[in-house]
Structures are given as C-alpha cells and as structure tokens.
C-alpha cells in the first residue's frame, strides 16, 4: 500500500508547499537556521526580529493534521519514505512556510507597507472566528490564544502585501504568440532509419496516430507544451506547424521525432499562460529581494520543543482550517 501512495503523497506535499503560503510559497525560499538555545519558552524560531512562536505553528500543524489523516489515515505518520518520516518531512515544510512568510514582513517598513484599520478588523474577525471553531482541549493542546491567531492572520496578510507592492511594476503584456499553447501528436523512435521508414508510410497515407500507436518508442502520443517546454529543435519544428500540418523528422537528444499538429493555437490554454507568464516575471523580480533579505539576515531555531510535537498525540477532532478561513476573509487581497 505504502510503495503505491508514497509518490502521491510527496506530490501532495509539494503542491501545499507551493499553495498553502500567503501569496503561494513558490515565492520563497527556504529559510536556513542556526540552532541555537538562545530562545526561551513558546519561542520556536526567530528570523531577524521576527518571532514565530510553538502556538502559532501548531495552527499549520493541525491544518497539515487536517489534510493527510483524511485521505491517508494515523498511521501514515510514522512510515519511512527513504530515510524521512512523513511527520520529519512535513514538519520541515511547515517552518519552512512560516520562515518565508515571517522573513517576508521585515520589508514592510522598507516598502511603507501597513494594515488599514479595515484590515486589521478583518484580522481581529478572521481569529475570532478560527478561535470559535476550538475546543476547550485543542486550545489547551495547542497552548493557543486568539491573539496568536491574529498575529499569524497578520504576517500571512502583511506579508502578501509586501509581495505586492515589490511586483507592482511588473510588465503584465504578454503576446499571444509568447504565451501560445500548442497541442501536438508524435512519434519517436531511437534511429533515423525508422524515423525515414514511418515518414514514408505517412506519404503513403497511413494515418499518423496508427503508425504512433505501432512504431512510437514513446508511450505520450499527445502532448500540449507552449514555448521554453521541449528543446529548441522539437519546439521550432512544432510551433511552425499549422493544424493537421506534419513536421519533418526531428533530430533529438532523445531520438528522431516526427510531429503532427492538432490545435497550433489553445486559445483558453494560451490565456491562462498568460497569467503564468506575469506570475514568473512576478517571481524573478521578488527573488531577488528576497535572497538579499535571507542572505544578511541572522536566524535562530529552538530544535527542543520542535522535537516534542508529533501529530499522533492528537486524536481528536481538528479544528476548522486556518487557510481556508483566511481565503473568505481576504480573497479580494
């Protein structure tokens, strides 16, 4: 059963990682620690002077609690995946989401980057309402208090703002032809004599996806990509294509590829790429910021009482979902 999911669950893991940050963790990277035992009581990492506290993280742990136990049951936690548990790998996903976010709102001063009072009550409603979801055990498990909720609600928020205005600039043109979806057919084979033998069966009029079906070494006879996707000679062979239209024989790193093109423009694909696209060059521009940040900014890690939390020790029902709730509250953000 293990070895059938264990590839599901690491993409699962990944896809979180990549969602479940204020402005998508892909934004950030890692934040690396020095362990250190100069933190005291709730106080798990420091990143600057930012503080993230054991209450505050056991809000991601009870989310991540929330999202695995429903599909993959308890005993998922402790099985091994190649020298890391499952809770080992998640546990690290979590401080790694919380040292982003956390670095990430020690630029708001340099950007002049605040709450408006309008948010900040939305904050204060967002907790409120987390909160209420609790119960008297689960707080007293988590060692939590609403002012803890508020203040994660607000470095999620500020942080998220502080993403914004770094990008604001951005150049959002993006060319049809620059964000272009193509959907081809193709046929690989391993020597330019076979790749010579089909290119003349199709001029014979044998139907392409017949002889892709028999001859292709490949088990792909479909594939949709837009440009930066394959290598230069594939993708200048297929975006030269106009529907129906077959390419010659194209040589390869992997092989002789011939193509035939079955929609040379997807026009919702294309659309959606754009906004890829603007997102990328949204990225580029915040990475650099963000590597200056990390790279002269000191971080300590408090690795005893992170060592105490294991997601088996609670068994009971799980509160309602931090990120979900901050969705509703500040989707229009």
Sequence with gaps: MWQKIKKGLILGLAACL?????AGCSHFENTEFVLTTGLTGNELFKVGSSLCTL???????????RQYESVYGVEMWSHDFGGITLEEYV????????????????????YEVKL??????????????????????????????????EHLYRDHLLSEKVYREITKDVNTEVSDDEARIITVQQIRVDTLEDAERIQEKLSEGTEFLTLA??????????????????EPAYEE?????ENEGVSGIIETEEGYYILKCANNFDREATEANKITLVERRRDEIFSRVYEELTANTPSEFNTRIWEQVHFENWTKEIPGSFLEIYHKYFEED
């Design 91 to 110: 546990k690290n996903v979590i401080v790694s989401q919380l040292a982003s976010m956390k670095a990430v709102t020690l630029l708001a001063e340099d």
């Design 18 to 22: 990549l969602s479940a940050g204020p």
């Design 55 to 65: 209450p505050e993280a056991m809000i991601y742990v009870m989310d991540y609690q």
């Design 116 to 149: 408006t009072e309008e948010e900040t009550q939305r904050v204060k409603d967002a907790a409120g309402e987390y909160f209420g979801t609790l119960s008297s055990e689960a707080v007293k498990y988590m060692n939590l208090k609403q002012e803890d909720v």
């Design 213 to 230: 079906s028999t001859y292709s070494q490949d088990s792909q006879l479909t594939d949709t990509f837009g440009r930066g996707d394959k």
């Design 237 to 241: 062979a297929a975006f030269a294509l």
